[in-house]
């Protein structure tokens, strides 16, 4: 496909491709690769209410503004007043523009009863009015809405036919980009009146249809001479910027840019399983969990977070009224009112039912280009899958996370659970789309129930991958610590009784060693007797040896005294006792 | 050139057949984008009839839409010619090159239909 710019630039590849003019309709520039083909006429068709009017002076209105080509709008049906009090409802000020010759709008009103034919006649009235109003604007484009009017209005239908013919080929040729509305009245045809047979450049047909009370609005290029084009079924929405068709996911361009920047959680502890610092800036968390498991009242932490750091933040809250929220999350001591007060909040409350699903985009897009959030929720997305299938939902909320992520805002997206379902099954298909997915669930243990979290997911950081329990206390949400025992995680009653038992074995255990330490004690002091008694016994040996030692020293001195005794008595004959030796032992035992 | 023509006719003469029982001046303007063959047609038959059924109370005004574009749109003329009957009123208006005399004179209410 041939970049328009390009084409109108290089004059080589002017002939071989088809020349585009850029309608400025977000997405259908990219649906026709570069808009409808310039200086031919374009049948958009549509049934009543089907955005017609509004698509040409879209237009007509980004080609005098954006595109430096001015534009002739002819209506067959509105008056010029109608006309401009339309356009001033989606943005347009056509007064303005057509006092800047910008554009020129002509109203053609006729009157049947007026009317009497009386012969041939030609619609060269209105061709010599087309005329005049191009050359007053110096006009590139032109709308007719709804030419088939004048079928209802001029006799002799063969001569209307031959003669509208004639106007699109005389517009062809004086190279004026047209599109021609029609009014389609029935599936099996485009117009009313076959005028698509006079159109063969391309052919847009749009479609307003109601399923399930439920108003969607669609947009497919049916044709598009010589020009390959998306051939799907767009749907599109009607918001104060004109047309915009909603693009399938695959035309998105992925290059967001990616900051480092992480905020908080506004709970420490979820911060800490986010490795320490909370999501990603500009990234997109779904929050998902049965009823009850409190993702709003995660989703108010993040917010109250938000509006402390002093950022602005939108919340999107589908099910509750704004003043529901603020009271209940008041019950686990967020106080959102002064925020709210300061300006810095801002609540966005509508049920998505009472729109169509393109609606609820509409909104979306509107609040935060006007407010220019940092934060966004969404509370819950699950309530646009009321009003939509899946499949659409999906594309509004890659379209709407797409735009969040331009514009570098971070979005909580919550979304309710069936009890019973399969979680990630239900919801693989949205997920995908998100960054971070943190799951809420209740824990049934023991005839209770309890609130657990984790981190499904989470790309680009290191999170943990913990099923933690929380509290919903009156200071907030309360993350406890992990029970990782034998039995799996604990949560309640059941973690507190089983931190009771570990407490009781524990004490049990206590008492063990005290008891060993007692008994070595015991054994210690009965070791320290038996020494006692085994010296004492030494000590009575020892004595008793010491006094035989003793006796027997003092027996040896007294015979040594009685010897020299002896010997001093028995002078004479001393020498013979010292001959005989024993002598003295004789003496003794005597 | 077909400029603005003023036809009077004597007054003596006055027509029996038709209803018309005031004798109002008609004003009538003929709407033409050039001289071709369909708007020459158109404003000769316009003044047999005239001459035939409203002798001396008409005025016929010749406007070429290629002089003067910007009457179309004033005077909501899409198709040519056409022959709008500002007086007497109301307003009515007459497309085609007026070849069908039964018509015209229906459509100028000069003639009960059928």
Known sequence: MTQPKKVRSSSKSLKESLKKSLTGIHGLDEITGGGLPTGRPTLVSGGAGSGKTLFGLGFLVRGATQYNEPGVFISFEETLPDLSK?????????????????????????????????GEYDLDGLFIRIADAVQQVGAKRIVLDTIEALFGQ?????????????????????????????????????????IEEFVSDCVIVLDHRIREEISTRRLRVVKYRGSTHGQNEYPFLIDDKGISVLLPISTLRLNHAAPDARISTGIERLDGMMGGHGFYRGSSILLS??????????????????????ERCMFFAFEESPLQVVRNVRSIGIDLQPWIDKGLLRFVAARPTHGGIEDVLLVTHKSISVFKPTVVVVDPITNLLMVSTLHEVRSMLTRLIDFLKTQGITAMFTSLTAPKSSLEANEADVSSLMDTWILLKTVEVGGERNRALYVLKSRGMDHSNQIREFLLTNEGLRLLDVYLGSEGVLTGAARVSQEGREKAAGTLRQQQLEGRRRELDRKRQIFEARMTMLRAEFEVDEEIIQQSIAESTLLDEELLQDRGQMRRSREADATAYKQQGRAPAARKRR | MMAAKKTSSPRSRLPKKPVMQTPEKWELRLYVAGQTQKSLRAFANLNVLCEKHLQGRYRIEVIDLLEHPHLARGAQIVAVPTLVVNLPEPVRKIIGDLSDTERVLVGLALQQVG
């Open chain 1, 289 to 310: 969990g049965t009823a009850g498991t409190g993702k709003t009242s995660v989703a108010a932490h993040f917010v109250d977070a938000a509006c402390r750091r002093g």
């Open chain 1, 86 to 118: 339309n356009a001033a409802s989606l943005g347009f000020d056509l007064d303005q523009l057509v006092k800047d010759k910008l554009l020129f709008l002509d109203h053609v009103h006729i009157t049947r009863s007026e009317f009497a034919e009386t």
């Open chain 1, 154 to 194: 001029l006799p002799n239908p063969t001569i209307l036919r031959s003669e509208i013919r004639r106007l699109f080929d005389w517009l062809k040729a004086k190279g004026l980009t047209t599109v021609i509305t029609a009014e389609r009245d029935r599936p099996d045809k485009l117009t009313r009146h076959g």
